[in-house]
């Protein structure tokens, strides 16, 4: 248990659907982010949200959408994806200040299925 | 952030040592090094981090060279659940955390 918790674990959508895929971290910290992890490859980021401002969105295409409410809640929302972007998606959340630890802490991610 | 590079696998007997290295040689002066692991199919896991001096904890000891251009990961007694993918990341305190390919460690019976 890392303090990062995201739902839900396992997702098959089909091409025309739309879903969401939500993270909710009990850490107090100031800083989330989601991760792309396809098969055989590094962890890619996607996103990332600084006080609830994104800061960062590395080229991702616009079938991804983040929203970010809180600073303890971060929703990643997908509509018409195609079966490349099946993957295992990982959100983080850390800390980010001076002398923060600053060390991510990660969701176990979403294994996400385009059918 | 300096770029890192690692072997892609390795593999270490169980209850031995695994010893994991690591290259950053355009490493600079306020980089820290940081170490993950992911086991298969999870998020990854915070090892240790360490800017010069060498660091332990309970996971793992990170020796870093004097001139901070490459460092060492040990796993003091590897077990079976040490089979991950090992990443070593450079990167400036604040920075976004960004993965290589890491190495791949299998231990074996």
């Known amino acids: 248990e890392t303090g990062v918790t995201q739902t839900p674990r396992h997702l098959v959508m089909g091409m025309t659907n739309k879903k969401s895929l939500k993270c909710e971290q009990h850490l107090g910290h100031n800083a989330m982010y989601w991760y792309k992890q396809s098969a055989k490859k590094p962890l890619e980021l996607m996103f990332v949200?600084?006080?609830?401002?994104?800061?960062e969105n590395n080229s991702v295409p616009s079938r991804f959408s983040p929203e970010c409410p809180n600073s303890s809640h971060l929703f990643l929302h997908l509509h018409t994806l195609q079966p490349e972007d099946s993957a295992l998606y990982l959100c983080?959340?850390?800390?980010?200040?001076?002398?923060?630890?600053?060390?991510?802490?990660f969701g176990q991610g979403t294994r996400l299925t385009v059918v | 952030d300096a770029k890192t590079t690692q072997p892609p696998s390795m593999d270490c007997a169980e209850g031995r040592a695994a010893n994991l290295p690591c290259n950053h040689s355009?490493?600079?002066?306020?980089?820290?090094v940081y170490w993950y692991r992911q086991i298969h199919s999870q998020g990854p896991q915070y090892i240790i981090h360490?800017?010069?001096n060498n660091e332990t904890n309970e996971m793992a000891s990170l020796i870093i060279t004097e001139d901070r251009k490459s460092s060492t990961l040990i796993l003091p007694h590897a077990t079976l659940r040490d089979t991950a993918v090992y990443y070593c990341?450079?990167?400036?305190?604040?920075?976004?955390?960004?993965f290589g390919a890491g190495t791949r460690l299998t231990v074996k019976p």
């Open positions: 949200y600084n006080f609830k401002e994104q800061t």
């Open positions: 355009t490493i600079s002066g306020n980089e820290y």
């Open positions: 990341i450079v990167r400036v305190e604040g920075n976004d955390m960004r």
């Open positions: 360490g800017l010069k």
């Open positions: 983080a959340s850390s800390q980010h200040g001076a002398g923060a630890y600053a060390e991510a802490f």
